[in-house]
Protein backbone atom coordinates (compact mmCIF):
# COMPACT_ATOMS: atom_id res chain seq x y z
CA UNK A 1 0.00 0.00 0.00
CA UNK A 2 2.91 2.38 1.00
CA UNK A 3 4.75 1.37 -2.20
CA UNK A 4 1.23 1.97 -4.55
CA UNK A 5 0.83 5.66 -2.69
CA UNK A 6 5.13 6.31 -3.31
CA UNK A 7 4.51 5.67 -6.78
CA UNK A 8 1.14 7.48 -7.35
CA UNK A 9 2.80 10.71 -5.35
CA UNK A 10 5.81 10.59 -8.11
CA UNK A 11 3.71 10.30 -10.81
CA UNK A 12 1.68 13.26 -9.31
CA UNK A 13 4.84 15.44 -8.95
CA UNK A 14 5.87 14.17 -12.61
CA UNK A 15 2.43 15.85 -13.92
CA UNK A 16 2.75 19.21 -12.09
CA UNK A 17 5.90 19.34 -13.10
CA UNK A 18 4.94 18.55 -16.74
CA UNK A 19 2.01 21.50 -16.87
CA UNK A 20 4.29 24.32 -14.84
CA UNK A 21 6.89 23.24 -18.03
CA UNK A 22 3.71 23.64 -20.80
CA UNK A 23 2.69 26.61 -18.75
CA UNK A 24 5.56 28.64 -18.94
CA UNK A 25 6.67 27.65 -22.62
CA UNK A 26 2.84 29.10 -23.55
CA UNK A 27 4.59 31.93 -22.14
CA UNK A 28 7.51 32.20 -23.63
CA UNK A 29 6.89 30.70 -26.86
CA UNK A 30 7.32 26.94 -28.02
CA UNK A 31 10.67 25.35 -26.63
CA UNK A 32 10.68 27.72 -23.89
CA UNK A 33 12.31 30.55 -26.34
CA UNK A 34 11.59 34.45 -25.64
CA UNK A 35 10.98 36.57 -28.32
CA UNK A 36 13.33 38.96 -29.21
CA UNK A 37 11.78 42.93 -29.21
CA UNK A 38 13.65 45.94 -29.78
CA UNK A 39 12.39 49.61 -27.61
CA UNK A 40 14.36 53.07 -28.45
CA UNK A 41 13.93 55.07 -25.81
CA UNK A 42 13.31 59.08 -26.34
CA UNK A 43 16.80 59.92 -24.60
CA UNK A 44 18.92 58.48 -22.43
CA UNK A 45 17.64 56.76 -19.25
CA UNK A 46 15.93 58.95 -16.86
CA UNK A 47 13.05 58.53 -14.18
CA UNK A 48 10.52 58.87 -16.96
CA UNK A 49 11.53 55.33 -17.90
CA UNK A 50 11.64 53.72 -14.45
CA UNK A 51 8.88 51.58 -15.54
CA UNK A 52 10.51 49.47 -18.12
CA UNK A 53 13.83 48.74 -16.46
CA UNK A 54 11.70 47.74 -13.57
CA UNK A 55 9.77 45.51 -15.71
CA UNK A 56 13.16 44.13 -16.96
CA UNK A 57 14.33 43.36 -13.65
CA UNK A 58 11.17 41.62 -12.10
CA UNK A 59 10.74 39.57 -14.55
CA UNK A 60 7.52 40.89 -15.99
CA UNK A 61 8.66 40.67 -20.13
CA UNK A 62 9.68 37.51 -19.33
CA UNK A 63 6.60 36.17 -18.18
CA UNK A 64 5.04 37.79 -21.20
CA UNK A 65 7.39 35.70 -23.30
CA UNK A 66 9.48 38.60 -24.10
CA UNK A 67 13.30 39.42 -24.43
CA UNK A 68 13.52 43.12 -24.71
CA UNK A 69 16.26 45.05 -25.98
CA UNK A 70 16.17 48.79 -24.92
CA UNK A 71 18.59 50.93 -26.82
CA UNK A 72 19.48 54.73 -26.21
CA UNK A 73 18.99 56.95 -29.67
CA UNK A 74 22.19 58.16 -30.96
CA UNK A 75 20.03 61.19 -31.87
CA UNK A 76 16.87 62.74 -31.30
CA UNK A 77 14.90 62.19 -34.60
CA UNK A 78 16.13 58.38 -34.49
CA UNK A 79 13.07 56.60 -32.60
CA UNK A 80 10.33 57.84 -34.72
CA UNK A 81 12.53 57.39 -38.15
CA UNK A 82 13.51 53.86 -37.29
CA UNK A 83 10.29 52.48 -36.20
CA UNK A 84 8.68 53.88 -39.29
CA UNK A 85 11.33 51.59 -41.13
CA UNK A 86 10.57 48.73 -38.89
CA UNK A 87 14.30 49.20 -37.94
CA UNK A 88 12.92 48.73 -34.81
CA UNK A 89 9.76 47.27 -32.88
CA UNK A 90 8.75 49.82 -30.68
CA UNK A 91 10.05 54.00 -29.69
CA UNK A 92 9.39 56.27 -27.44
CA UNK A 93 8.14 59.85 -29.23
CA UNK A 94 5.58 62.80 -28.84
CA UNK A 95 2.27 62.76 -29.27
CA UNK A 96 2.93 65.70 -31.64
CA UNK A 97 5.34 64.40 -33.88
CA UNK A 98 3.09 61.49 -34.35
CA UNK A 99 0.47 63.06 -35.76
CA UNK A 100 3.03 65.40 -38.01
CA UNK A 101 4.76 61.84 -39.10
CA UNK A 102 0.97 61.01 -40.20
CA UNK A 103 0.66 63.94 -42.08
CA UNK A 104 3.06 63.23 -44.21
CA UNK A 105 1.99 59.79 -44.72
CA UNK A 106 4.66 58.40 -42.83
CA UNK A 107 2.66 55.20 -40.86
CA UNK A 108 3.13 55.13 -37.72
CA UNK A 109 0.71 54.79 -34.93
CA UNK A 110 0.32 55.30 -30.66
CA UNK A 111 0.00 52.18 -28.72
CA UNK A 112 -0.01 54.09 -25.48
CA UNK A 113 0.40 57.28 -23.56
CA UNK A 114 2.98 57.35 -20.97
CA UNK A 115 3.03 60.79 -19.47
CA UNK A 116 -0.52 62.29 -20.19
CA UNK A 117 0.46 66.02 -19.42
CA UNK A 118 2.94 68.32 -21.60
CA UNK A 119 6.83 68.29 -19.71
CA UNK A 120 7.83 71.45 -21.74
CA UNK A 121 6.84 74.47 -20.43
CA UNK A 122 7.24 78.26 -20.77
CA UNK A 123 10.45 78.84 -17.69
CA UNK A 124 11.22 82.38 -16.21
CA UNK A 125 13.26 83.30 -13.28
CA UNK A 126 11.43 83.05 -10.11
CA UNK A 127 11.78 87.16 -9.80
CA UNK A 128 11.17 88.07 -13.33
CA UNK A 129 8.14 90.11 -14.56
CA UNK A 130 6.82 87.90 -16.72
CA UNK A 131 3.74 87.22 -15.51
CA UNK A 132 1.73 85.59 -17.99
CA UNK A 133 2.66 84.67 -21.89
CA UNK A 134 1.32 88.43 -23.19
CA UNK A 135 4.52 89.84 -21.27
CA UNK A 136 6.96 88.00 -23.33
CA UNK A 137 6.22 91.03 -26.40
CA UNK A 138 9.50 92.43 -26.55
CA UNK A 139 11.53 89.61 -24.62
CA UNK A 140 13.53 86.97 -25.98
CA UNK A 141 12.79 83.36 -25.70
CA UNK A 142 15.29 80.46 -25.87
CA UNK A 143 14.19 77.33 -27.45
CA UNK A 144 16.29 74.51 -29.39
CA UNK A 145 14.91 75.68 -32.84
CA UNK A 146 12.15 73.02 -32.76
CA UNK A 147 9.11 74.26 -34.85
CA UNK A 148 6.84 72.70 -32.34
CA UNK A 149 8.30 75.12 -29.64
CA UNK A 150 7.51 78.05 -31.75
CA UNK A 151 4.49 76.98 -32.26
CA UNK A 152 3.54 76.69 -28.48
CA UNK A 153 4.66 79.96 -27.64
CA UNK A 154 2.68 81.71 -30.86
CA UNK A 155 -0.47 80.61 -29.19
CA UNK A 156 0.41 81.14 -25.34
CA UNK A 157 1.04 84.79 -26.25
CA UNK A 158 -2.55 85.16 -28.69
CA UNK A 159 -4.52 83.15 -26.38
CA UNK A 160 -3.25 85.70 -23.49
CA UNK A 161 -4.04 88.84 -25.56
CA UNK A 162 -0.36 89.76 -26.25
CA UNK A 163 1.32 90.04 -29.76
CA UNK A 164 2.74 87.07 -30.84
CA UNK A 165 4.94 88.93 -33.29
CA UNK A 166 6.91 91.33 -30.97
CA UNK A 167 8.42 87.64 -29.29
CA UNK A 168 11.97 86.73 -30.10
CA UNK A 169 13.04 83.41 -30.38
CA UNK A 170 16.80 83.09 -29.97
CA UNK A 171 18.12 80.07 -30.65
CA UNK A 172 20.56 78.47 -28.31
CA UNK A 173 20.49 74.62 -28.94
CA UNK A 174 20.38 72.21 -26.47
CA UNK A 175 22.64 74.60 -24.21
CA UNK A 176 19.67 75.90 -22.15
CA UNK A 177 20.58 75.73 -18.88
CA UNK A 178 23.80 77.59 -19.67
CA UNK A 179 21.21 80.09 -21.48
CA UNK A 180 18.71 80.60 -18.22
CA UNK A 181 21.54 80.37 -16.19
CA UNK A 182 23.73 83.47 -17.35
CA UNK A 183 20.17 85.40 -18.24
CA UNK A 184 21.33 85.36 -21.58
CA UNK A 185 17.67 84.28 -22.53
CA UNK A 186 14.45 86.41 -20.64
CA UNK A 187 12.68 82.88 -21.20
CA UNK A 188 13.07 79.51 -21.81
CA UNK A 189 11.08 77.04 -23.90
CA UNK A 190 11.99 72.92 -24.22
CA UNK A 191 13.17 72.31 -21.30
CA UNK A 192 10.99 70.14 -19.05
CA UNK A 193 10.07 70.45 -15.56
CA UNK A 194 11.28 67.32 -14.40
CA UNK A 195 14.86 68.23 -16.04
CA UNK A 196 15.77 71.51 -16.40
CA UNK A 197 13.54 73.12 -14.18
CA UNK A 198 15.51 71.04 -11.64
CA UNK A 199 18.92 71.28 -12.78
CA UNK A 200 18.34 75.46 -12.98
CA UNK A 201 16.94 75.42 -9.43
CA UNK A 202 19.53 72.55 -8.06
CA UNK A 203 22.19 75.13 -9.44
CA UNK A 204 20.77 78.58 -7.33
CA UNK A 205 18.34 79.73 -10.40
CA UNK A 206 14.52 79.34 -8.99
CA UNK A 207 11.94 79.13 -11.59
CA UNK A 208 8.41 79.70 -12.56
CA UNK A 209 6.61 77.86 -14.87
CA UNK A 210 3.82 78.45 -17.12
CA UNK A 211 1.65 75.41 -18.31
CA UNK A 212 0.86 75.88 -22.35
CA UNK A 213 -2.45 73.79 -21.38
CA UNK A 214 -3.59 76.74 -19.41
CA UNK A 215 -3.06 79.24 -22.34
CA UNK A 216 -4.93 77.57 -25.73
CA UNK A 217 -2.47 74.48 -26.08
CA UNK A 218 -3.92 71.09 -25.94
CA UNK A 219 -3.40 69.40 -23.18
CA UNK A 220 -1.43 67.17 -25.41
CA UNK A 221 0.78 63.59 -24.51
CA UNK A 222 4.09 64.59 -23.72
CA UNK A 223 5.19 61.10 -24.20
CA UNK A 224 3.79 58.30 -26.02
CA UNK A 225 4.85 54.77 -27.27
CA UNK A 226 4.63 53.90 -31.24
CA UNK A 227 5.13 51.25 -33.28
CA UNK A 228 4.27 50.91 -37.17
CA UNK A 229 1.59 49.93 -38.85
CA UNK A 230 3.15 47.35 -40.52
CA UNK A 231 4.42 46.14 -36.91
CA UNK A 232 0.89 45.65 -35.80
CA UNK A 233 -0.23 43.82 -37.88
CA UNK A 234 2.42 41.33 -38.26
CA UNK A 235 2.84 41.02 -34.53
CA UNK A 236 -0.23 42.44 -32.16
CA UNK A 237 -0.11 40.05 -29.64
CA UNK A 238 3.61 40.96 -29.21
CA UNK A 239 2.54 44.53 -28.59
CA UNK A 240 -0.35 43.27 -26.06
CA UNK A 241 2.01 41.40 -24.10
CA UNK A 242 4.58 44.35 -23.70
CA UNK A 243 1.50 46.30 -22.59
CA UNK A 244 0.77 43.90 -20.52
CA UNK A 245 4.68 43.87 -19.05
CA UNK A 246 5.44 47.51 -18.71
CA UNK A 247 1.74 48.14 -16.68
CA UNK A 248 3.06 45.87 -14.17
CA UNK A 249 6.31 48.17 -14.58
CA UNK A 250 4.35 51.01 -13.87
CA UNK A 251 2.51 49.77 -10.77
CA UNK A 252 5.80 48.39 -9.10
CA UNK A 253 7.49 51.90 -9.15
CA UNK A 254 4.23 53.66 -8.34
CA UNK A 255 3.97 51.62 -5.39
CA UNK A 256 7.78 51.45 -4.49
CA UNK A 257 9.71 54.18 -6.11
CA UNK A 258 12.30 53.94 -4.19
CA UNK A 259 13.33 50.64 -5.61
CA UNK A 260 12.18 51.87 -9.35
CA UNK A 261 14.83 54.16 -8.60
CA UNK A 262 17.27 52.12 -7.64
CA UNK A 263 16.59 49.94 -10.45
CA UNK A 264 16.86 52.98 -12.72
CA UNK A 265 20.47 53.91 -11.39
CA UNK A 266 21.98 50.43 -12.45
CA UNK A 267 20.94 51.00 -16.02
CA UNK A 268 22.48 54.84 -16.60
CA UNK A 269 24.21 55.49 -19.36
CA UNK A 270 28.19 56.56 -18.72
CA UNK A 271 27.92 59.01 -21.43
CA UNK A 272 24.83 60.85 -19.51
CA UNK A 273 25.12 60.17 -15.57
CA UNK A 274 22.31 60.41 -13.35
CA UNK A 275 22.29 62.87 -10.27
CA UNK A 276 20.29 60.45 -8.07
CA UNK A 277 18.80 63.43 -6.11
CA UNK A 278 17.27 65.01 -9.31
CA UNK A 279 15.89 61.91 -10.34
CA UNK A 280 14.11 61.54 -7.43
CA UNK A 281 12.13 64.46 -7.58
CA UNK A 282 11.91 64.02 -10.86
CA UNK A 283 9.59 60.87 -10.83
CA UNK A 284 7.85 62.43 -7.84
CA UNK A 285 6.68 64.67 -10.63
CA UNK A 286 6.10 62.16 -13.45
CA UNK A 287 4.10 59.35 -11.25
CA UNK A 288 0.95 61.35 -10.80
CA UNK A 289 1.37 62.36 -14.96
CA UNK A 290 1.51 58.93 -16.12
CA UNK A 291 -1.15 57.86 -14.14
CA UNK A 292 -4.68 57.43 -16.10
CA UNK A 293 -6.43 57.10 -12.99
CA UNK A 294 -9.58 55.05 -13.66
CA UNK A 295 -8.27 54.06 -17.09
CA UNK A 296 -5.34 51.35 -17.45
CA UNK A 297 -1.72 52.64 -17.57
CA UNK A 298 -1.51 54.09 -21.24
CA UNK A 299 -4.72 54.51 -21.98
CA UNK A 300 -5.36 57.05 -24.93
CA UNK A 301 -8.64 59.78 -25.49
CA UNK A 302 -9.66 59.88 -28.90
CA UNK A 303 -10.43 63.58 -27.64
CA UNK A 304 -7.14 64.52 -26.78
CA UNK A 305 -5.60 63.31 -30.26
CA UNK A 306 -8.45 65.06 -31.77
CA UNK A 307 -7.53 68.33 -29.98
CA UNK A 308 -3.90 67.81 -31.08
CA UNK A 309 -4.60 67.69 -34.49
CA UNK A 310 -6.82 70.67 -35.14
CA UNK A 311 -4.26 72.36 -33.08
CA UNK A 312 -1.44 71.47 -35.19
CA UNK A 313 -3.69 71.94 -38.20
CA UNK A 314 -4.44 75.61 -37.02
CA UNK A 315 -0.74 76.24 -36.30
CA UNK A 316 0.34 74.52 -39.84
CA UNK A 317 2.57 72.58 -38.24
CA UNK A 318 0.50 70.11 -40.61
CA UNK A 319 -0.23 70.98 -43.50
CA UNK A 320 -3.44 68.13 -44.22
CA UNK A 321 -5.99 66.45 -42.61
CA UNK A 322 -5.08 63.76 -40.26
CA UNK A 323 -7.47 61.74 -39.02
CA UNK A 324 -6.85 61.34 -35.42
CA UNK A 325 -8.82 58.35 -35.02
CA UNK A 326 -5.82 56.63 -37.24
CA UNK A 327 -3.24 57.80 -35.23
CA UNK A 328 -3.84 55.46 -32.19
CA UNK A 329 -4.79 52.14 -30.69
CA UNK A 330 -5.69 50.92 -27.13
CA UNK A 331 -5.09 47.49 -26.33
Known amino acids: MKKSLLILFSLMLILLSACGKETADKASGSNGKLQKVSLMLDWYPNAVH ?44 YQPEVL ?4 ENIPVQSIAALVRHPLNQLMVAADSPIQSPKDLAGKSIGYPTI ?18 KKVKMVDV ?6 AMATKK ?12 KLLLEKEGHPIRTLNPADYGVPDYYELVLVASEKGLKEKNDVYKKFIAAITKGQKFVADHPEEGLSILM ?5 TS ?17 MDAK ?3 FGYQDPETWEKAAQWLKTTKMINQEVNAKDAFINF
Open 50 to 93: SFLFAAEEKGYFKEQGLDVDIQMPADTNDPLRLVAADKIDMAIS
Open 100 to 103: VARG
Open 147 to 164: PLDEAIIQTMVKADGGDE
Open 173 to 178: GWDLIP
Open 185 to 196: IDALIGGYINHE
Open 266 to 270: KHEDK
Open 273 to 289: PLEEDIETKSLEILLPL
Open 294 to 296: EKP
